[in-house]
């Protein structure tokens, strides 16, 4: 049973950088036909996909995010990570890393906890 | 980027009701849609996928339907542990989008 896990700070600085990581266990983040992903969800709203990444490094951005977003795989550690820069109060949200399924059914399959990121000072 | 509104943005119910839930597409998707169970503090889970095929392990009493702009979810009697917020998702493109979310409440 694969399960991700998403570990990071749970309080950024306005301007700063949103640093997360994703660690992957019960499964290769190196099998190929899934994409890792980012998803966040502010308080009460809907879910917005942030970007995802293959261990290849093939990597796609929302782009209303994509200036602010990089992502990054490490195999050997199978982790993933998400960093957005220049934070603001519209980014406090919790953020689930999940695994995108993009050969069988094209649905993220399996997600973490989530993990709430407040931006404040 | 594909724009999916939800409709309703939430309903009540009893236990037993029949419940439908529209997702509607700003373009034609085909059979791209997936639909998404989200409990209180929890992850979303799948239950539909291909617009209409029932995830492993999902009851019976869910089902999806629909093609092209207009997609529903359908709960035939609804039980106890159905309350929760339901989520449509395309994945004809990128960006990935979603539903707005609609949320089940206890009448």
């Known amino acids: 049973q694969v399960q991700l896990q998403e570990s990071g700070p749970g309080l950024v600085k306005p301007s700063q950088t949103l640093s997360l990581t994703c660690t992957v266990s019960?499964?290769?983040?190196?099998?190929?036909?899934?994409?890792w992903s980012w998803i966040r969800q502010q308080s009460g709203k809907g879910l917005e996909w942030i970007a995802y990444?293959?261990?290849?490094?093939?990597?796609y951005y929302n782009l209303s995010l994509k200036s602010r977003v990089i992502m990054s795989v490490d195999t050997s550690k199978n982790q993933f990570s998400l960093k957005l820069s220049s934070v603001t109060a519209a980014d406090t949200a919790v953020y689930y890393c999940?695994?995108?399924?993009?050969?069988?059914?094209?649905?993220?399959?399996?997600w973490g906890q989530g993990a709430l990121v407040t931006v404040s000072s | 980027d594909i724009q999916m509104t939800q409709s309703p943005s939430s309903l009540s119910a009893s236990v037993g009701d029949r419940v439908t839930i529209t997702c509607r597409a700003s373009?034609?998707?085909?059979?791209?849609l997936n639909w998404y169970q989200q409990k209180p503090g929890k992850a979303p889970q799948v239950l539909i996928y291909?617009?209409?095929s029932l995830q492993s392990g999902v009851p019976s009493r869910f089902s999806g339907s629909g093609s092209g702009t207009d997609f529903t979810l359908t709960i035939t009697s609804l039980q106890p542990e159905d309350f929760a917020t339901y989520h449509c998702q395309q994945t004809y493109t990128t960006p990935r989008t979603f539903g707005q979310g609609t949320k089940v409440e206890v009448k």
């Open positions: 990444i293959h261990y290849n490094g093939d990597t």
């Open positions: 373009q034609n998707i085909g059979v791209y």
């Open positions: 291909g617009a209409s």
């Open positions: 019960g499964g290769s983040i190196s099998s190929s036909g899934y994409y």
């Open positions: 999940a695994r995108y399924d993009s050969v069988a059914y094209r649905t993220f399959d399996y």
